[in-house]
């Protein structure tokens, strides 16, 4: 079971709210990660946790807050965003083989508008 | 960091075979290369994966060239089903995460 469950599957928020965006595998992969893709574009990498801690930051502003409350769930915490945040937000997760080969699993994203 | 690139768009007709190439000419000689797809904006799908040599599993080829420096995803007879946008993408493996090209849109002719 390749499974990595994403909620909400839509989220509409205005520029003063504070939301967060959910993730959670079941595999017993030790590296999560969080990917933004804008429509027509290709996924980008935000940040990467491997065994709980935050390992990769692709210099993303601060109003994206992740966290990694354990091995299992992964969230991102939203504030003050801008209208061109709006985009699908993907998490994915692998077994962190440390060198070695490892495939990366996505789940189906969360469609965030910013009004 | 590598840099690939792709044909934005390609045509294929049912029950043909696919062949979509990627260069990856800066590619490190420790970093896969891997295909995903993605349908209707979902979440990207694996395919394959390579670092030298040929690969084949249930769902398609992949070619890599001697020197690293291409790759040609294969799918052997293409479905309407196949209709999806093709990643090219490279890591370096151990949670490194995906570099992703821009991908190139493969429409099944029926």
């Known amino acids: 079971d390749t499974e990595v469950t994403q909620t909400p599957k839509h989220l509409v928020m205005g520029m003063t709210n504070k939301k967060s965006l959910k993730c959670e595998q079941h595999?017993?992969?030790?590296?999560m990660y969080w990917y933004k893709q804008k429509a027509k574009k290709p996924p980008e990498l935000m940040f990467v946790?491997?065994?709980?801690?935050?390992?990769i930051n692709e210099s993303v502003p601060s109003r994206f807050s992740p966290e990694c409350p354990n091995s299992s769930l992964l969230n991102l915490h939203l504030h003050a965003l801008q209208p061109e945040d709006s985009a699908l937000y993907l998490c994915?997760?692998?077994?962190?083989?440390?060198?070695?080969?490892?495939?990366?699993?996505f789940g189906e994203g969360s469609w965030l508008t910013v009004v | 960091d590598a840099k690939t690139t792709q044909p934005p768009s390609m045509d294929c007709a049912e029950g043909r075979a696919a062949n979509l190439p990627c260069n990856h000419s800066?590619?490190?000689?420790?970093?896969?290369v891997y295909w995903y797809r993605q349908i209707h904006s979902q979440g990207p799908q694996y395919i394959i994966h390579?670092?030298?040599n040929n690969e084949t599993n249930e769902m398609a080829s992949l070619i890599i060239t001697e020197d690293r420096k291409s790759s040609t995803l294969i799918l052997p007879h293409a479905t309407l089903r196949d209709t999806a946008v093709y990643y090219c993408?490279?890591?370096?493996?151990?949670?490194?995460?995906?570099?992703f090209g821009k991908g190139t849109h493969l429409i099944i002719q029926p």
């Open positions: 994915a997760s692998s077994q962190a083989g440390r060198g070695a080969f490892d495939t990366i699993y």
């Open positions: 595999m017993g992969h030790r590296a």
């Open positions: 946790y491997s065994y709980e801690k935050l390992s």
């Open positions: 800066t590619i490190s000689g420790n970093e896969y």
């Open positions: 390579g670092l030298k």
């Open positions: 993408a490279h890591s370096g493996g151990g949670a490194d995460g995906l570099t």
